[in-house]
């Protein structure tokens, strides 16, 4: 156990003394990718194209903010922007625009890096590369996926590590996706993190967690990312992040979707091709990795490890979910920043090499994937640990001792660093649905929830609209025993309990109402937006609480009579009432109130859409 741990100290050591520019690790294929570049491209002025190219590499200082602090330090706000901005100016394979104003009016920046220089990703796909996006800063305080790519692009285009990428694939490139975040830049940022120096701040200049706002979309800086991926649509998407939670040996981990909630081909290419491939690519690095490490309870090195499903609120669960494998890259907080960066670096590249060497059944997947869900009729949701399904991993931890504090009376685990050990550890790898939907052929959204009809279109779904006002029998929800989490969500007052029965109703539905049909790519994600019952539903954040409130009231002198008089004239109401009443644990029997509630829901004076979902589903 000690030696396994010596091992990986002794590997960590080696990490930080490689060279950014990668001149000890790829000295045997860039210089040959280079090459094919320069032959291709520039023929006709080749000579005088690479006296120009060597002039300005001489003239045009790349070194990032990154190398030159010694691998401490990472951009500010500004210095991002100048970067990319010069990277832009620098190559003709790169490309910078602006998808995007923040709350504060600044600029979310993009950056295409294609071979040919093409910027259309109609173009792009017809000259034979893969659309890989990779994006950074959701949470500027996580800056590694930053520094991977600036590094990334300028090797590549300037030193020719790895130009040969460039062949299969492009790339979009998201430096900051919050950047009234990053221009919040502080040493204070991260209480548990091991630098950069200064860093940016976790939400945006609304207060919100972006990464939580893909179902929503009520930030500016999601909205920018959606309507990108709309008009791209990638085919592999990296979100770059930094975790907490407890200390251990590895500097990154990963999260995939491969809990049979998303497409059966996407989840097979990423838990059979990828991650075995991966595991072995990276150990080749002299990286080792695993998935993302949850102890629950959180933090706690004695407990076991849960995998876990992601709700599309979340980034790589909202692609999966639009049928572009996501790859959530996690790099831990205590490694030197130097380190995490690197491993991100390595991750990407890595991915694209499994790629490259499996393009034909890659591609076939993407294609299938989006053919099968346009006979989608059945959806798996809520996936929930399988508690009896578990293995014991070797895991790459260190030394810890749980210590008194005299200042709290608490326990804490005290991790010692320099005593690195493999132990066995319990991991719930597999998950089982809550329930499996029916997906309806058709949902109907009326026209007075224009904010929810707005975000279904924003996420790219075809819809039509109603000419005129229509009366329609269809399905929909209705719901009881309704709770609302004890705090503000993200600003929302967010539902944590309904319990559902499908019904039928009567519906009329106003001129301009959305009809959107399930028989499109993605039908997964407008299921989630749609569907009350899945994790991070638009149900679920508030968008329809307004049918969870009472808005008329019975005054108790005048339903008391009622009552008498309604269970008088219908014997199976009273049978009714008997049950209800006689399922009340004693002690806790319903109030006067309750019970005259009781009466008032079954009255004909109720109002009819109080608790019922008003989106309709046509089976
Ligand atoms: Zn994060």
Redesign the pocket.
């Known amino acids: 156990m000690i030696f396994e741990g010596a091992k990986i100290r002794k590997i960590g050591l080696q990490l930080r003394k490689k060279d950014c520019n990668e001149k000890n690790l790829h000295k045997n294929v860039t210089f040959v990718g280079l090459k094919l570049v320069i032959m291709k491209k520039c023929f006709p002025f080749l000579m005088a194209l690479i006296l120009l190219a060597s002039c300005n590499n001489k003239e045009i200082d790349l070194t990032t903010t990154f190398e030159k602090s010694n691998y401490l330090e990472t951009d500010s706000y500004d210095g991002t922007i100048a970067y990319a901005k010069l990277l832009a100016k620098q190559f003709k394979e790169v490309h910078y625009q602006n998808i995007g104003t923040t709350a504060m009016g600044r600029d979310i920046p993009l950056l295409i890096i294609d071979e040919n220089g093409y910027t259309q990703p109609k173009r792009i796909r017809k000259s034979g590369k893969n659309i890989i996006f990779v994006q950074s800063c959701i949470?500027p305080g996580?800056p590694n996926g930053k520094d991977a790519m600036f590094l990334l692009i300028r090797n590549m285009l300037k030193d020719g590590y790895n130009a040969d990428l460039l062949k299969d694939f492009s790339f979009i490139f998201i430096p900051v996706l919050s950047p009234d975040g990053l221009a919040n830049f502080s040493p204070y940022n991260r209480i548990n993190q091991n630098g950069p120096k200064q860093m940016g701040w976790r939400v945006n200049a609304q207060g919100l967690n972006l990464?939580r706002d893909f179902t929503k979309l009520e930030t500016p800086e999601i909205r920018a990312f959606t309507s990108l991926f709309n008009q791209w649509e990638p085919d592999l998407f990296f979100d770059t992040?930094?975790t907490d939670g407890a200390d251990y040996q590895y500097v990154t981990t990963y999260s995939i979707e491969n809990f049979g909630n998303y497409d059966e081909g996407i989840t097979r290419w990423l838990s059979e091709v990828w991650e075995p491939k991966i595991k072995v690519a990276m150990l080749k690095q002299n990286i080792p990795i695993t998935r993302y490490i949850e102890f629950q309870p959180w933090g706690d090195p004695t407990a076991s490890l849960y995998d876990e499903s992601f709700s599309a609120m979340f980034s790589q669960a909202y692609t999966t979910a639009r049928n572009c494998p996501g790859i959530l890259l996690e790099t831990h907080m205590l490694k030197p920043y130097k380190d995490r960066v690197l491993s991100t670096y390595h991750m990407i590249v890595e991915t694209l090499r499994i790629i490259h060497g499996d393009k034909e059944n890659f591609n076939n997947t993407l294609v299938q994937a989006k053919k099968n869900d346009l006979k989608l009729k059945k959806l798996p949701i809520n996936m929930q640990p399988e508690l009896n399904d578990t293995i014991w991993e070797d895991f790459l931890g260190y030394h810890f001792d749980a210590v008194h504090s005299d200042i709290t009376g608490g326990w804490y685990y005290a991790y010692d660093t320099t005593f690195p050990e493999t132990r066995k550890v319990r991991r719930v790898f597999s998950t089982r649905p809550e329930k499996t939907l029916s997906i309806p052929k058709e949902y109907i959204i009326p026209a007075q929830y224009g904010e929810v009809i707005d975000i279904v279109k924003a996420h790219g779904f075809e819809m039509n609209l109603l000419k005129s006002e229509k009366t329609l029998q269809v399905n929909t929800y209705r719901f009881s025993n309704v709770e609302f989490m004890s705090k503000p969500s993200e600003g929302h007052s967010c539902v944590v309990y309904a319990d559902t029965e499908e019904i039928t109703k009567e519906i009329t539905f106003p001129k301009g109402s959305a009809v959107v049909k399930t028989s499109q790519n993605g039908v997964r994600l407008l299921s989630n937006l749609l569907e009350p019952e899945m994790q991070g539903s638009l149900f679920e954040w508030g968008f329809f609480n307004n049918v969870l409130q009472r808005v008329e009231y019975f005054e108790i002198y005048k339903m008391e009579p009622m009552a008498k008089t309604m269970l008088a004239a219908d014997p199976f109401l009273e049978e009714q009432f008997k049950q209800w009443k006689a399922s009340f644990p004693k002690g806790e029997e319903p109030s006067q109130y309750a019970i005259l509630s009781w009466f008032y829901e079954r009255s004909p004076y109720c109002d009819k859409n109080y608790l019922v979902y008003p989106v309709g589903l046509v089976r």
Request: proline share 0%.
């Open positions: 949470h996580e990464n992040h930094a």
